[in-house]
């Protein structure tokens, strides 16, 4: 997309400019940032439930008698072992081991899948897949603009969703998918998200996108559910540890620099895109891990941002990827890659360079929120 597009909008667009939302041009898309406090948004999902709208996320079906032999040469992962009505969380990479993107698929049917691609991504996501199909009895079909998505997550979901659907949601596991109707949607339900907490993802036709958030927000109100924005997503997701593409994750680094190595199914069949460059990633880590992705605390109260430097003894020994105020633990946290020499949790004489100020902080073990199950 060029810098003079304007932003897409989702089906839910006139929705949240109703309900005052702030909105903000994300990777192309224009999506809500915050409905009111992002303290209140974030707090809710982790003692209530929340309402996202991922809608920007980016849905590419791959189907044809040979799906599952393009996928596991595409991707690092081992898709043909996924179960129908199964998801993995996976990772497509360049042929040098960098990352491209980190995915879920979803196994729709014995000869279908959806890859689910970051926003930022999905067109070099879509190209690739459709570059490497070359050869396969499989058609990779572009449908982003095919569904809506929505999230509720939190510990009040499974509640409020069953209140709308005769689906089994006690039987659907973590990181799993069925086909099934909530209010009357003909939807995909899938047990996954990316807050650190139990919850749901609905995948809808955009013309139901309206019918399902207005179900949703009527059942889950009793509840404490509140509409939610990328912010709250994003201190979410930091609290829980999970990797943020452009952030933890890039073309520079494989999976084995950020600490994701299982990820990578060496002992699956036939070749696979960027195999012999992760081979060699992987001797590496195992030797001597150049940096390691740790968890910082701040001591004090100055939040540290993405590319501020790690210092220890007068020199950097690292970069922060993402910070932020934790509503949570009540303090700013932080992911940084740092010395494999500083990376062991507990380390101390660690600090970080905010505006020329070295402010101390500890290293911890990711992550840093686990919800009791």
């Given at each position: 997309m060029s810098s003079t597009a304007a932003p897409r909008r989702t089906a839910l667009d006139a929705l949240h400019r109703s309900l005052g939302a702030t909105m903000t041009d994300f990777a192309g898309w224009d999506m809500p940032l915050r409905y009111g406090s992002e303290r209140d948004e974030h707090?809710?999902?982790?003692?209530?439930?929340?309402?996202?709208?991922?809608?920007?996320?980016?849905?590419?079906?791959?189907?044809?008698?040979?799906a599952a032999q393009?996928?596991?040469?595409?991707?690092?992962?081992?898709?043909?072992?996924?179960?129908?009505?199964?998801?993995?969380?996976?990772?497509?990479?360049?042929?040098?081991?960098?990352?491209?993107?980190?995915l879920i698929v979803y196994r729709l049917a014995e000869t279908a899948y959806m890859v689910v691609a970051n926003a930022s991504n999905a067109q070099i996501v879509l190209d690739s897949l459709v570059e490497r199909a070359a050869g396969f009895d499989a058609v990779v079909r572009d449908d982003r603009?095919?569904?809506?998505?929505?999230?509720?997550?939190?510990?009040e979901s499974p509640g409020i969703l069953k209140s709308l659907t005769d689906a089994d949601l006690d039987g659907l596991k973590y990181y799993a998918g069925l086909p099934g109707t909530v209010a009357g949607v003909p939807a995909l339900i899938a047990r996954t998200g990316y807050t650190g907490e139990d919850g749901?993802?609905?995948?809808?036709?955009?013309?139901?996108a309206e019918k399902l958030w207005e179900a949703l927000t009527e059942a889950g109100a009793p509840a404490g559910l509140i509409p939610c924005g990328l912010s709250c997503?994003?201190?979410?997701?930091?609290?829980a540890g999970m990797p943020l593409y452009g952030h933890e994750l890039s073309t520079s680094l494989t999976p084995f620099d950020a600490g994701l190595g299982r990820v990578v199914k060496f002992e699956k069949d036939g070749d696979f895109v960027g195999r012999t460059a992760l081979e060699?990633?992987?001797e590496r880590a195992a030797a001597q891990p150049p940096r390691v992705l740790v968890g910082l605390v701040a001591e004090g109260r100055r939040v540290p941002r993405a590319g501020y430097s790690v210092v220890a003894d007068g020199r950097v020994i690292g970069e922060i990827t993402s910070g932020a105020p934790s509503p949570t633990l009540g303090k700013p946290i932080a992911m940084a890659y740092v010395d494999a020499a500083h990376s062991a949790p507990g380390t101390t004489g660690v600090g970080v360079?905010?505006?020329g100020s070295h402010e101390p902080y500890e290293v911890v073990a990711l992550p840093f929120y686990k919800r009791q199950k």
């Open positions: 707090l809710a999902v982790r003692t209530k439930a929340g309402l996202f709208d991922l809608s920007h996320m980016g849905e590419i079906t791959v189907t044809g008698p040979e393009l996928l596991n040469y595409a991707l690092v992962g081992n898709i043909a072992s996924v179960g129908v009505g199964r998801a993995r969380y996976t990772m497509i990479c360049r042929a040098d081991g960098g990352i491209l993107d980190d603009d095919a569904y809506a998505l929505l999230a509720v997550q939190g510990p749901f993802e609905l995948f809808v036709a955009p013309g139901d997503r994003d201190t979410l997701r930091l609290e060699a990633a992987a360079d905010i505006r």
